[in-house]
């Protein structure tokens, strides 16, 4: 088994496994497992996993509690609750205007991703050229190049194009640093549709564009969905690129736009600054949900094998 | 890395005509020019200008410098060595840390039990959080006067108004479990893919053989997960090297500069300090550390080599 991959940033790739290997997450226990597992007793389980719980879920916690108790309440529960916090960063803060230029550039660099890497990862899966060896490597390569030391020469370059406090510099800069991994995903996805599908429509007369979209593409959705989501939460997320390339506070995006909140120490009540981050949580924790049940298993048949 | 492009032969087909011939160069051209514009381009520019004297707002002496920013940087230059020595301290910390709790956590959450689906969703949740967040999140935590250590101090534990971030002896650990709490869940995710690979009958054979579980895991399940863990840990160490904004917000690389990293240090010189040509070398001399600690890992731990 040849292994490639995992993430750049933060996100946790596809696994390396056989494709075939069913799904154990929803499909109920599995006796032969059951049989094996019985040696651990019940409280060998509940007990770390209660503790680990405990420790993933009060800082979610301790965010909406802030978020939602008046100012000056010590309570631990936050009610009766108030939204005073929330109209005070939409409004006051302009966290109105950064969530507006984060979907922007979220949304942007999906689209732009998606597309080229659908492209590229087409490439790869369905020819064989000259070339394609040096292409994979350099694909595998950029995953070990840090974004942050090629903010001063990227910087540069945004500005002899005159797109520093453009949001586009921010777009084109995700975009780039998501395309290798999302090529090498695609490429997987699309190597486990059967060639022989698309030489059927080809037969009936179709090209291959139309080959392509009519019987390839409905079978990527799944794949299509977690890498374009990846590609959104991860520019949602990515605070450097934004806060390096944008200088006019109508082009901030949220995670500068709370670190401007953080900054400001004092004058800010900690109930603003909780409640940001609840606006900074909510799309991400809405793709979460979305895409988790993917993360193990169906990431895992998306398997990237060389 | 050349096992992983390596690919079974395919069966020779009808030879493409010369327009087929072009048509993957067509596909894959949007992202070569992608990436040459915007991270080979910038690569070279950044070993060119490692050479020169480059600051806009100390035009006259722009020029070429030869070997003299590398010259500043080893001999002449202690925050280099600080925030070299820090970045070094943080990724070791934080990659041993998450490898150790995120296997551990993947081993529990694939085993059978009531809730499991639930649980994987609750503690991978913080997978998706972004660092500016982690820090808003931890930020009220910490905070002295409503933060955990009042409500403990109430409970008797700890005393009122501890400040963990400003303290130089407490900000490095409340960091890493800020950022633990983030980064186990890659570790779980990937794990747990890769636990799930492991074919069953190699367990079952085990314990007909009389194979306990800590041998079941020591042999069977650790070996199998090496290769995994061998790539997601370097994957792992050179996104946490990268990771600037979690402790650019956190603690601002101070208090007095005790947690500034390598990026950050590079970042502040090339765009706030407006000096590129040192920057360039900085980045040139990162570069060179990350390449020459990725091949002396992967040679020691024998990556892609066949396991028995």
Same mark, same amino acid.
């Given at each position: 088994?040849?292994?490639?991959?995992?993430?750049?940033?933060?996100?946790?790739?596809?696994?390396?496994?056989?494709?075939?290997?069913?799904?154990?997450?929803?499909?109920?226990?599995?006796?032969?497992?059951?049989?094996?597992?019985?040696?651990?007793?019940?409280?060998?389980?509940?007990?770390?996993?209660?503790?680990?719980?405990?420790?993933?879920?009060?800082?979610?916690?301790?965010?909406?509690?802030?978020?939602?108790?008046?100012?000056?309440?010590?309570?631990?529960?936050?009610?009766?609750?108030?939204?005073?916090?929330?109209?005070?960063?939409?409004?006051?803060?302009?966290?109105?205007?950064?969530? %507006?230029?984060?979907?922007?550039?979220?949304?942007?660099?999906?689209?732009?991703?998606?597309?080229?890497?659908?492209?590229?990862?087409?490439?790869?899966?369905?020819?064989?050229?000259?070339?394609?060896?040096?292409?994979?490597?350099?694909?595998?390569?950029?995953?070990?190049?840090?974004?942050?030391?090629?903010?001063?020469?990227?910087?540069?370059?945004?500005?002899?194009?005159?797109?520093?406090?453009?949001?586009?510099?921010?777009?084109?800069?995700?975009?780039?640093?998501?395309?290798?991994?999302?090529?090498?995903?695609?490429?997987?996805?699309? %190597?486990?549709?059967?060639?022989?599908?698309?030489?059927?429509?080809?037969?009936?007369?179709?090209?291959?564009?139309?080959?392509?979209?009519?019987?390839?593409?409905?079978?990527?959705?799944?794949?299509?969905?977690?890498?374009?989501?990846?590609?959104?939460?991860?520019?949602?997320?990515?605070?450097?690129?934004?806060?390096?390339?944008?200088?006019?506070?109508? %082009?901030?995006?949220?995670?500068?736009?709370?670190?401007?909140?953080?900054?400001?120490?004092?004058?800010?009540?900690?109930?603003?600054?909780?409640?940001?981050?609840?606006?900074?949580?909510?799309?991400?924790?809405?793709?979460?949900?979305?895409?988790? %049940?993917?993360?193990?298993?169906?990431?895992?048949?998306?398997?990237?094998?060389? | 890395?050349?096992?992983?492009?390596?690919?079974?032969?395919?069966?020779?087909?009808?030879?493409?005509?010369?327009?087929?011939?072009?048509?993957?160069?067509?596909?894959?051209?949007?992202?070569?020019?992608?990436?040459?514009?915007?991270?080979?381009?910038?690569?070279?520019?950044?070993?060119?200008?490692?050479?020169?004297?480059?600051?806009?707002?100390?035009?006259?002496?722009?020029?070429?410098?030869?070997?003299?920013?590398?010259?500043?940087?080893?001999?002449?230059?202690?925050?280099?060595?600080?925030?070299?020595?820090?970045?070094?301290?943080?990724?070791?910390?934080?990659?041993?840390?998450?490898?150790?709790?995120?296997?551990?956590?993947?081993?529990?959450?694939?085993?059978?039990?009531?809730?499991?689906?639930?649980?994987?969703?609750?503690?991978?949740?913080?997978?998706?959080?972004? *660092?500016?967040?982690?820090?808003?999140?931890?930020?009220?935590?910490?905070?002295?006067?409503?933060?955990?250590?009042?409500?403990?101090?109430?409970?008797?534990?700890?005393?009122?108004?501890?400040?963990?971030?400003?303290?130089?002896?407490?900000?490095?650990?409340?960091?890493?479990?800020?950022?633990?709490?983030?980064?186990?869940?890659?570790?779980?995710?990937?794990?747990?893919?890769?636990?799930?690979?492991?074919?069953?009958?190699?367990?079952?054979?085990?314990?007909?053989?009389?194979? *306990?579980?800590?041998?079941?895991?020591?042999?069977?399940?650790?070996?199998?997960?090496?290769?995994?863990?061998?790539?997601?840990?370097?994957?792992?160490?050179?996104?946490?090297?990268?990771?600037?904004?979690?402790?650019?917000?956190?603690?601002?690389?101070?208090?007095?500069?005790?947690?500034?990293?390598?990026?950050?240090?590079?970042?502040?010189? *090339?765009?706030?300090?407006?000096?590129?040509?040192?920057?360039?070398?900085?980045?040139?001399?990162?570069?060179?550390?990350?390449?020459?600690?990725?091949?002396?890992?992967?040679?020691?731990?024998?990556?892609?080599?066949?396991?028995?």
């Amino acid at each position: 088994m040849t292994t490639t991959v995992p993430e750049t940033n933060g996100v946790p790739l596809p696994h390396v496994a056989p494709a075939t290997r069913p799904d154990r997450g929803g499909t109920g226990p599995r006796r032969g497992r059951r049989a094996l597992t019985a040696g651990a007793p019940r409280w060998q389980i509940y007990l770390p996993l209660g503790l680990y719980l405990l420790f993933t879920l009060v800082p979610f916690y301790w965010m909406l509690l802030f978020a939602l108790r008046p100012s000056g309440s010590t309570s631990l529960v936050p009610w009766p609750a108030t939204t005073a916090h929330f109209s005070k960063v939409w409004n006051d803060l302009g966290f109105a205007v950064f969530f %507006k230029n984060s979907l922007l550039i979220g949304v942007a660099t999906l689209v732009m991703t998606t597309v080229v890497a659908l492209l590229g990862g087409y490439a790869l899966a369905r020819f064989d050229f000259r070339a394609k060896r040096a292409f994979l490597l350099a694909l595998l390569c950029s995953q070990f190049i840090p974004g942050a030391l090629m903010l001063v020469p990227l910087f540069q370059i945004f500005s002899e194009l005159r797109m520093i406090d453009s949001l586009w510099s921010v777009i084109v800069a995700e975009t780039v640093f998501q395309l290798p991994l999302s090529i090498i995903l695609i490429s997987g996805f699309i %190597k486990n549709v059967p060639v022989s599908l698309e030489e059927a429509a080809w037969v009936d007369g179709c090209g291959r564009i139309r080959a392509f979209c009519a019987v390839v593409l409905p079978l990527l959705r799944p794949g299509l969905i977690a890498v374009g989501s990846f590609a959104f939460v991860h520019s949602w997320n990515h605070f450097l690129f934004s806060l390096m390339f944008l200088s006019t506070q109508e %082009k901030y995006t949220i995670p500068v736009g709370l670190s401007y909140t953080i900054g400001s120490g004092e004058s800010v009540e900690l109930g603003t600054l909780a409640a940001g981050g609840v606006v900074a949580a909510v799309p991400v924790v809405i793709v979460f949900a979305f895409i988790q %049940k993917w993360l193990v298993t169906g990431f895992s048949a998306g398997a990237v094998k060389g | 890395m050349a096992t992983a492009v390596a690919k079974p032969p395919r069966p020779p087909r009808r030879r493409p005509s010369g327009a087929a011939r072009r048509t993957p160069y067509v596909l894959i051209a949007p992202a070569v020019l992608l990436m040459l514009g915007f991270i080979a381009y910038p690569m070279l520019s950044v070993l060119y200008y490692s050479l020169q004297d480059y600051n806009v707002t100390k035009p006259w002496r722009n020029g070429f410098a030869g070997l003299g920013n590398f010259r500043r940087i080893l001999f002449d230059d202690p925050l280099f060595w600080q925030s070299l020595l820090f970045s070094l301290k943080w990724v070791v910390a934080e990659v041993g840390l998450q490898l150790a709790l995120g296997l551990a956590l993947a081993l529990i959450v694939n085993q059978t039990f009531v809730g499991r689906g639930l649980s994987r969703a609750l503690v991978f949740s913080p997978w998706a959080v972004s *660092g500016v967040l982690t820090t808003t999140i931890w930020m009220l935590l910490y905070n002295p006067a409503t933060g955990i250590s009042r409500y403990l101090a109430d409970a008797g534990i700890g005393e009122y108004g501890t400040s963990v971030l400003s303290d130089p002896d407490t900000v490095f650990p409340a960091a890493v479990l800020a950022e633990l709490w983030r980064g186990v869940p890659f570790f779980a995710i990937l794990i747990l893919a890769d636990l799930q690979s492991i074919p069953n009958e190699l367990y079952e054979a085990a314990s007909v053989d009389g194979a *306990g579980r800590f041998r079941r895991f020591f042999h069977i399940t650790l070996p199998h997960l090496r290769d995994a863990i061998v790539l997601s840990t370097l994957l792992r160490a050179v996104w946490e090297f990268n990771n600037v904004d979690l402790l650019y917000t956190l603690t601002g690389g101070g208090p007095a500069g005790s947690t500034t990293t390598l990026p950050l240090y590079v970042a502040n010189t *090339g765009i706030d300090g407006h000096d590129f040509g040192y920057a360039s070398a900085l980045t040139t001399v990162a570069f060179v550390i990350l390449l020459f600690c990725s091949i002396v890992y992967l040679r020691l731990s024998k990556f892609g080599s066949d396991r028995t």
